[in-house]
């Protein structure tokens, strides 16, 4: 939908509103893909971010490998998107689930799928499941290793051997394409003890990997080995690509958040990434924003604006106060470091703490920057793509 | 939609799931609704809790006032599934709102619709848009009184009256209907605080009422006093049916959590008012449950689940863990006393911290119970009504 005449600072539509701002995730999705490029690695950038066709459509067509997603209902949303190749980066359990992959690989011989298997268990349970369901080929598993009190995985390599021998025992309705893990459930708030522990972590991957392949549990054909979400995909390329296989691997990253970006925990942790690389990585823009309206400003040093928890995302902190725009103007006024803080959240208001002579009015409009992307695009079905002076341009739907 | 054949235990959908027990439900909105008449008070449910039309459809069938809402999406939603008569419990504020509002003001002479001011600027704003956007008929307004650092709302009885005035000023364009305020917003952790508190506010509010009375400010015809959200509504109804004004009034409460109440913050809240009132509060049940699925079992004391943040609420606590259902049957084993515990959550998984020996398995289901059922409505689509066995009797769509 293209709807030109709108646009946000002259009210055209009711606030709140999702905006992204289309030239910075246009030049994310650019430099983003050229990265994965430049590095020799495949990009499957993880699609849950945004749940948006319209964003799919551009992460494919820049080139990427294929999407990533980690449930059943946005599997069927993919699908329904023609979306042809799915790393599903999760254990595939579910009876309905287990049904619903069978049937679209048996109806569509160009549908590529790639799921994660964790226990023995696991195994049986999904080889039993494909067995009825019948594809009438095999399901692609990669054995997942996890972090110690983290998610899910194997936390020793006997157990990833275990694993990989009852997909074999499984044959042929699962097959071995390889290893997968998360790194980014490392939690050390320190960020030094953090990257040594994601160092510790991929090279326990790399080490089920060459186990797994000196038995000969991989299967036929080349391997992939896939870790990468949004923070440490520098040390993921580093480190996988020395893995030694007696066969050709492919390193597989899935970052999500590099589509927008973000005003608070990815961009701290972009920051970082940039120090540790001598910024060699792709230089992100913060596409991202809630706009909202001054509904009152019932205490000198206390504004609500018309946005809330059920607006944006708290998980990784709540939004920072990007811009302040007077009522009937288009014109813009920072307010990053005007000492704005959101300090208390309703369902559809933010409670702002402001400086005494703060400058906004009842009416006025202003700009709020989410930290995680992810739990800020699911609170909305549509989200509107502006150009630098927020004309709308486009506005795209979510399907969450 | 009606689907009777499927069944939640049985796996027939993708997990996760959310359920409410239509039962329980069904209970709910007839009791709350008995409650208020037995009181005397009108009962305008604030529907921006499950933003389902299934659900208005309910309440509106057991006899409520009207609905309220917070938003302008919401009310655009109200106004397309019929909803007649609207308590808009958030100032008005924005061009494009205001003009949504007069066009439907103008187009059905039924719309029956009230929204809030707290300020004159605030009335000075609403009146100039509403008499560009020429409804045809005043816009009914209540002064909102507002807490001491809490949201919207005056904070003083001079400025009430001020704002009184300035709607005066502001006739024909607006009509000043009567007087609201949010009581939930009272904070103290210790509750016989915390009632002196929402005392105090409800006091003050009758104030303002008795004071615009006093001086002439209320339009003619029946005056609205309303407060009442889901933790205090029988203090709010003890103390706003005092009020001694020249003309019949009428209380109003608003509360939503009602319709599925939940297993954290407002059952406890519910516990307090039923020991504050002898137990003469309407008997609430708990219908909202998230189903999800046994993904992996890494750990001895570490189970994960296939729901995370984007499918229950965390702002008032993790949901707890309700019931184990082993694979393949349907007997349903109660984990509320058995140590299960939500100790970290993901995007899309649950870390559920465990006893040894926990019983459960990859593919088992287990049911979660979340606290503050409004954002975890709002992570939905779609919600299954279900029988007491599960099977899902109607599936009822979200409009978020």
């Known amino acids: ?31 983003f893909q050229r990265y994965a490029e430049s590095r020799g690695v495949l990009l499957s950038p993880h699609a849950k971010t945004a749940m948006s066709p319209a964003l799919f459509g551009r992460q494919l067509a820049a080139g990427c490998w294929g999407l990533t997603f980690a449930t059943c209902a946005q599997l069927q949303v993919a699908r329904r998107h023609g979306v042809s190749r799915v790393f599903y980066a999760n254990q595939l359990v579910g009876a309905a689930e287990i049904r619903y992959v069978c049937s679209e690989l048996r109806r569509d011989p160009h549908f590529d799928f790639y799921c994660l298997v964790d226990s023995v268990p696991g195994v049986r349970l999904l080889a039993e499941r494909v067995a009825a369901a019948d594809p009438g080929r095999p399901v692609n598993v990669l054995v997942e290793g996890g972090l110690a009190g983290g998610r899910c995985g194997v936390r020793d390599v006997g157990t990833a051997v275990a694993v990989a021998e009852a997909v074999r025992a499984a044959a042929p309705h699962l097959a071995l394409a390889g290893v997968e893990g998360f790194e980014g459930l490392a939690r050390h708030q320190d960020s030094s003890r953090r990257e040594s522990e994601v160092r510790d972590f991929l090279a326990f991957l790399v080490r089920i990997a060459e186990t797994l392949d000196g038995r000969g549990l991989l299967q036929a054909g080349p391997v992939l080995l896939s870790a990468g979400g949004s923070a440490f995909y520098d040390m993921v390329i580093d480190q996988l690509t020395t893995a030694r296989l007696s066969r050709p691997h492919q390193v597989l990253v899935r970052s999500g958040c590099y589509l927008t970006e973000d005003w608070g925990a990815y961009a701290s942790l972009q920051d970082e990434l940039q120090r540790r690389t001598g910024s060699a990585g792709p230089a992100l823009e913060p596409a991202l924003e809630v706009w909202a309206q001054v509904l009152s400003a019932p205490e000198p040093e206390l504004v609500i604006l018309s946005a809330g928890r059920r607006d944006f995302g708290q998980d990784a902190g709540n939004p920072v106060a990007l811009t302040h725009v007077r009522r009937g103007t288009d014109q813009c006024r920072p307010l990053r470091d005007s000492g704005w803080q959101m300090t208390a959240v309703s369902d559809q208001h933010a409670h702002m703490t402001v400086p005494a002579g703060h400058g906004a009015e009842v009416g006025d409009l202003v700009a709020l920057g989410p930290s995680h992307p992810c739990t800020t695009f699911d609170k909305w079905r549509v989200v509107h793509l502006v150009d630098d002076d927020y004309n709308i341009i486009e506005t795209a739907s979510t399907c969450f």
Not at 1 to 30: F, I, K, Y
């Open 1 to 31: 939908m293209t709807s030109s005449d709108q646009n946000v600072l002259r009210e055209d539509l009711p606030l709140p509103l999702c905006v992204l701002r289309a030239g910075a995730l246009e030049r994310n999705v650019a430099r």
